[in-house]
Nanobody
Framework: QVRLVESGGGLVQPGGSLRLSCAASGSIFSIGSMGWYRQAPGKERESVAGITSGGDTSYTDSVKGRFTISRDNAQNTVYLQMNSLKPEDTAVYYC???????????????WGQGTQVTVSS
């Protein structure tokens, strides 16, 4: 089995920072892209940032210049550094990984359980 476990969410004031982590573990053969989505109350889940196995990154426009995605391939971990947080960043943040398990011939997306980020004064 493959698991993704997130950590680092919480309550922060506007303008503050948080760092999310997501570690993949289990019967992993290989990992491709990893990244983060978020879902705010009453809204659809949206892509926030992604990073390929080679380190190429992408961001949704609303977080460019404020969020930075990175990964540690040796630790099967992806990070999201969030700076200059705004109330509109409040959401549950989910990480994902395109992972091939040792019992599969193909990669598929696995998801974490989600971590709450609340930006409020």
């Amino acid at each position: 089995q493959v698991r993704l476990v997130e950590s680092g969410g919480g309550l922060v004031q506007p303008g503050g920072s948080l760092r999310l982590s997501c570690a993949a573990s289990g019967s992993i053969f290989s990992i491709g892209s990893m990244g983060w989505y978020r879902q705010a109350p009453g809204k659809e889940r949206e892509s926030v940032a992604g990073i390929t196995s080679g380190g190429d990154t992408s961001y949704t426009d609303s977080v460019k210049g404020r969020f930075t995605i990175s990964r540690d391939n040796a630790q099967n971990t992806v990070y999201l550094q969030m700076n200059s947080l705004k109330p509109e960043d409040t959401a549950v943040y989910y990480c994902y990984g395109e992972i091939q398990s040792r019992t599969s011939l193909y990669r598929r997306n696995y998801w974490g359980q989600g971590t709450q980020v609340t930006v409020s004064s």
